[in-house]
């Protein structure tokens, strides 16, 4: 039979504290990671939000130009008096030396009697 040496010596207690002190290690490292992950998608998501909320914003800014540029246009012809001239002319109105054509659909030609109606004698 082989003989083997003892490996401690008596009246030691040998711990095996290097595994667990790396698993707990390896584990804390890991949590780090994940949450470090986490927090930089949420970023990413939330500047992804951020820049489609200023899309809108700039769309509906533009919108928002255009309907002023309108109302200044409206202002401009009210204060010019020719908001007045364009009024009356919607109302038939029209100036002294002017001549006025209207223009309208032709209309519809109307059906002919039937003879049955018209071949009723008079009494």
Do not use: C
Not at 11 to 34: D, E, N, P, Y
Not at 59 to 64: G, I, S, Y
Not at 90 to 107: D, S
Request: charged fraction near 20%; avoid cysteine; glycine fraction near 4%.
């Amino acid at each position: 039979m082989r003989h083997s040496k003892a490996v401690v010596a008596a009246g030691s207690v040998r711990a095996s504290t290097h595994g667990v002190r790396r698993t707990i290690v390896v584990a804390v490292v890991a949590v780090i990671a994940i949450w470090t992950a986490y927090a930089f998608a949420q970023e990413a998501y939330i500047g992804h939000k951020l820049s489609q909320q200023v899309a809108d914003l700039h769309r509906q800014n533009a919108r928002l130009a255009a309907e002023n540029k309108g109302y200044r246009k409206d202002v401009q012809s009210i204060t010019s008096g020719a908001a007045n001239e364009e009024e009356a002319r919607l109302h038939g109105y029209a100036r002294k030396e002017e001549r006025l054509y209207l223009v309208t659909a032709p209309a519809s030609p109307t059906p002919a009697a039937s003879p049955a109606a018209s071949a009723t004698p008079d009494p």
